[in-house]
């Protein structure tokens, strides 16, 4: 194959790429497209587009959505943005626990497990069974 056609190739990819990253509207979209950009390992192409987005995360509210509140976390904290873990209070029962009904979202555990590598010190939050 003409090493001229891959490269056409490989920049039509890019520019499709950064396209849907500068016209996403969806925060949730935008931020699993980040994900997967950065898993694997070609996220340094769009910083510009990524670090836009992550300005506009700052500001979020996921809600109630456990996926989507931890995936923020992780995305924000790994690009050095200070983010409280505060943010998962919400889905803690008074005793401290985490509510029972979160066992249910698989998707969201797994991503509160990604997203508890990033606690600091003293952020117990991301520790609790």
């Keep these: ?55 506009k995360l700052i500001n979020w509210d996921a809600g109630d959505d456990l996926h989507a509140t931890a995936l923020r976390f992780r995305l924000l904290r790994t690009d050095g943005f200070p983010v409280s873990c505060d943010v998962f209070k919400k889905f803690m029962e008074k005793n401290g626990k985490f509510k029972e009904s979160i066992s249910q979202d698989t998707r969201g555990l797994l991503s509160l497990y990604e997203a508890s590598s990033l606690g600091a010190s003293g952020e117990d939050i991301l520790l609790k069974p």
């Design 1 to 55: 194959m003409d090493k001229t056609i891959c490269s056409k190739g490989i920049e039509e990819l890019q520019e499709r790429t950064r396209n849907a990253l500068q016209r996403a509207l969806d925060p949730m979209a935008a931020m699993e497209l980040i994900d997967t950009l950065q898993w694997l390992g070609i996220a340094y192409n769009y910083e510009e587009e990524i670090d836009s987005w992550l300005n």
